[in-house]
């Protein structure tokens, strides 16, 4: 008997010949595959030979999602390595009241398997390369009813809505696009755009990350909606929204809501190098003048249809700050912010500097034409409650500062504020006319500080005192020298319990009688003390003509008149002074010094008739040549 019948062992040889369990199972997996690509293969048959059935099964999915029409102008083709994809050439959608226009050079599509295997065609990620849209957002879009219509027309907390919630939707991306948007007239123009939108099913949170070109910056941007199926029916869901550039950054995060009662309630925040140029990228303007640079803004915001609410808002605008509320809506059509700030501390020259400087190099008016803003694309209502405001050297505290817009004519007052220990009032409004630019000022001091006030604005406190003083003015033109010489209006000016510097009345009286000669030396220094004086002013085609003037002190009284030429800057101002007792009473014998302040106003200079004090001395008198003295006849050649 071999041993081999006496035993179950296999033989060598047959060992050798057995397959390992490694390699069953790999054979079990190529056959598998092998299966399941012949099983797709079948199943795709129909659309691995016909491109026309191809094309009709991705148009109705992309038709059935999004609601529009799709039209292949190229060459379709379906494959199914290294997975399951389609291929479209020159692909067009569009809707069918050319609200929405998409033209695509190629398009790319992932096949789901599993349906596959049923003999269904699910796309489940889209690329679009070099897509070309256009959207007219004042058009009403009109095209069959999509995945995201059909979830909008459920009404909530239905069974209807649920299975509008539960149906699958997919993902697009864009490689290098470009849009051109119309919105209310105005063509806005994306470019280089690079996007990809994430909504897997309608009922769960959807992403839509991307970054474009807008005026020559690139965007980045992303908008994250966690229940869009309930957005879409007028619920509310939480929505995060981010824009990044270069020169601007805005985020929001809050609950939107869409439908009749479309609002947004929740956190904004933006900041911008320059306000200005951020505004400039979507064909916007700052609605008042400024640079608005370094500009940061957040506050808690409550957005709806044509009305944005702004509270508790914090800004940051070129060195200031403010804290309080804004409201922009729209009146007869025209966009109107509204707005109550308050602010600590203000620096008013930002708002000023674009204004062009009011004299050249010459010490003459500008005569440059102005250029004159366009402030008429919204109108504005700001009011600030200020703690210290400066405007150069200029200081003012506790004031209530306004500005207006309307129609693109503005208005600055100050309704009321602290000043030099006294009170301060202001305003000034300008707009265009047809003389170019037409002005018009008020202005009213209550117990001013003059010395102080003269001090910061011009450098030379000639004056002190308290000052009551009212001014209005008003005139056109379209350049500063222009607008001088159109000036007219009133004014009047009151000092009280002051003093003039560089002039001293009362020793130069004093001394006149006894020492002519020494009283013309002894006005020019010194100061005089000013229990009163006043003036009224006359101005008419830029002449301010001053009369009934007036000032008394101790031991002196003082009548003067004169105008000043303000297209030339310059001032002439004469003068009779009296000697006077403490109550301000003259004597009909009592002595009198006549002068003129007389020059550009820069350069003021103090004029006396000097023959008349020559002629008070004995010394000097015998020196000046009579009256009667016939000029002798030129001798000799």
Known sequence: MQPSALTNKPSPALKARRPSAATLRRLAIAAAAAASFAGISAAAAPWLFSPTALMDAVADQLQGSSGLYVAARGQISFSLLPRPSIAVESVAFADRNGALFIESSELHGDVDVLPLLAGRLKVTAVTLIRPHARIDFDKTPDGAPGAAARAAAAKPATLEAAAADNVRFGTVSIVDGDARISYRGRLYALERIAAKFEWRRIGEAAALT????????????????????????????????????????????????????????????????????????????????????????????????????????????????????LDLHKEDGRPTLAAALQSEFLSLRPFLSETPPLVDSDGQWNRRPFDLPDLSGADVDLRLAVGHARLGRLKISDASIRATLRDGAAEFSIDHAQAYRGAFKFRASVAPGPEGLAFRANAQTMAVEAGPLLWDAFGKPSLAGALNATLTLDGSGDRMSALMRSLKGRASVALVDGEMSGLDLDKALQTLEKRPLSSAVDIRSGRSIVDAASAAIKFENGVAKIFEGNARGP??????????????????????????????????????????????????????????FIRRSDAAAPLLPRADASPQAPTGQ
Do not use: Y
């Open 210 to 325: 991307g970054a474009f070109d807008v005026n020559g910056e690139r965007l980045e941007a992303l908008l994250w909606v966690a229940r869009p199926g309930a957005l879409l029916r007028g619920e509310e869901s939480v929505v995060t929204s981010r824009l990044d550039g270069q020169s601007f950054r805005f985020e929001a995060q809050g609950v939107g809501q869409l439908g009749a009662n479309a609002r947004f309630a929740g956190h904004v925040a933006a900041a911008a190098a320059s306000a200005r140029r951020a505004l400039a990228l979507f064909g916007l303007a700052a609605p008042l003048p400024g640079p608005f640079s370094d500009t940061q803004f957040s506050a808690q915001a409550t957005l709806s249809t044509g009305e944005a609410h702004f509270k508790d808002a914090r800004l940051f605008v070129d060195g200031n700050e403010f804290r309080g509320d």
């Open 555 to 612: 031991g002196f009284s003082v009548a003067f008149s004169g105008s000043a030429q303000l297209p030339e800057r310059a001032l002439s101002i004469k003068a009779v002074a009296r000697e006077a007792d403490n109550a301000g009473k003259i004597s009909d014998s009592a002595p009198s010094i006549a002068f003129e302040v007389a020059g550009r106003w820069d350069e003021l200079a103090l004029m006396l008739d000097t023959q008349s």
